[in-house]
C-alpha cells in the first residue's frame, strides 16, 4: 500500500448533494463520498460531460455551497479542488 500523499486530511462521508454550473445549469444530483477542507470525491453520473467548473450545492436550499474546479474524473466519479472565496497571497507570490 502506498502512503498518503495528501496535503490534507480527508474524512469518509455518506452525503447527497446537487451540482450546478457556472451558469447556473442544474447539473444532476451527486454523492459526496470523502470530503477535506480543500475539496471533495464525488460520485455522479456522466462525470465525463461535466464541465470543469461547477458549484456543489450541500444544503437543501442551495445557501451552503463550494465553487469548484474538477481535478480528476473516472468512470462515475469525480475530484474536485473547492475555489477561495477569497484566495490566499503567498508570500513570494501573487496568490490564486
Known amino acids: 500500500m502506498r502512503p498518503e500523499a495528501r496535503k490534507?486530511?480527508?474524512?469518509?462521508?455518506?452525503?447527497?448533494?446537487?451540482?450546478?454550473?457556472?451558469?447556473?445549469a442544474d447539473l444532476g444530483a451527486c454523492f459526496m463520498l470523502d470530503l477535506s477542507a480543500t475539496g471533495a470525491r464525488l460520485k455522479v453520473h456522466g462525470a465525463t460531460q461535466l464541465p470543469d467548473d461547477l458549484y456543489l450545492l450541500l444544503s437543501h436550499d442551495g445557501g451552503?455551497?463550494?465553487?469548484?474546479?474538477?481535478?480528476?474524473?473516472?468512470?462515475?466519479t469525480i475530484g474536485v479542488e473547492f475555489?477561495?472565496?477569497?484566495?490566499?497571497a503567498v508570500k513570494g507570490g501573487r496568490g490564486r
Open 64 to 76: 451552503l455551497r463550494r465553487q469548484c474546479a474538477v481535478v480528476w474524473r473516472s468512470d462515475g
Open 83 to 88: 475555489i477561495p472565496k477569497f484566495p490566499i
Open 8 to 24: 490534507v486530511a480527508r474524512r469518509l462521508v455518506r452525503h447527497g448533494a446537487r451540482l450546478v454550473g457556472a451558469d447556473g
